[in-house]
């Protein structure tokens, strides 16, 4: 195969005129017009032998081994009969970039992988160039999701940056695709959500959530006919909080005079608030010798299995029943922080009865936030909060249903 044919399947209608090599480890590749192949014009698409003028340009090709190419390329402006004077059409240009089509996708590739810092440092291209490129493949490849199908949603908050600035992030809950993500967790910051959702809004039946009222008043505002159901996760997470460690300092501080045993309630905080069945035989054992030990630690920690039934009642009737239940025995235990606890409950006991109907949580958001803080920590941290919540949105693109 001849030579001009052969770098034709590189740059086409371009040949190789001459190799420079340099001492920075680069390679300098001249390349000419193949006088066989009249240039394209950029506008119409026709070609044409009218030559304008001819610019010199330098562009990054993909690297070769251990070596940085770079080409220089005359191009050309035409005088098409249509479109006056065009820069001519060359395919295998990426556009104003300074670099071909072939090393844009390899970039994009190795942005799929690594952190944008480290493709930057491998490339020896600037970080902000390595993010447009990557930011660029975000916005062409995350699909808009069909609000036709929405029927239940989760809804949750994550970290955005230190100082207690978060974000919200919408998900459904039978795809698992992120749907939208915004600034701020009040209602006036999920409120473009809404108007996102626009006329599918009365087709939503469930939004999973937190006790977060934000989220609680703007569901009800906008979807009349969804069901708002509290998350277990996050109810036991604040009954591990307000109750069950409260009562271990309380307990703790009851045993001033017994070091020992102080020592022993003051170490058990993790050793209450984990599932019994994640804990090893030398734990269990641990942990069934501290509450036969202390009444009070021992009624805190059965109340919060028994508050956990309430997610698997199997009707509305047998969670009321439930909930009546607890709630009575809450009352009854004498304990100050599970009784102030359960009052305050019963203020949002329809959204966890309402889990009878759809048994629903965000545990699924809740792995997407250690996947969204890995992202964060990959990047250092992102400057382009769109940029940022693309790469969530790309990470979870949703199952087929």
Known sequence: MPEANLLSLFWEGFSLAHIESATDNALTLRLAPMPTIAPCCSGCGQRTLAIHDVSLRRVRERDLFDRRVWLQVPVRRVRCVDCGI???????????????????????????????????????????????????????????PDRSRLRRLMMDEFALYKGHRYATVVACADTQQVLWIGEGRSREAIQPFFEWLGDACPQIEAVAMDMNTAFDLEVRAHCPNALVVYDLFHVIAKYGREVV??????????????????????????????????????????????LAANVPLMTAYVLKAQLKELWFAPSIKAARARWAQWYAMAMASGIAPLQQFAKRLSAYVEGIIASAVHPMNTSVLEGMNNRIKVIKRQAYGFRNADYFFLKIKAAFPGKVR
């Not at 608030?273 to 054992?285: E, G, T, V």
């Open 245 to 290: 460690d409260r009562v271990r300092v309380d307990q703790a501080n009851a045993l001033r005079h017994d070091a020992p045993a102080r020592r022993v309630v003051k170490r058990s905080r993790w050793l209450l608030l984990r599932n019994r069945d994640n804990l090893k035989p030398d734990q269990a054992s641990a942990l069934d010798e501290l």
């Open 86 to 144: 065009r820069t001519e059409s060359i395919p295998w240009l990426a556009g104003r970039r300074r670099m071909t089509a072939a090393m844009v996708s390899y970039v994009e590739a190795m942005t799929r992988l690594w952190p944008i810092g480290q493709v930057a440092a491998l490339l020896g291209l600037h970080w902000h160039t390595v993010r447009a490129i990557d930011h660029a493949r975000l916005r062409r490849v995350v699909v808009a």
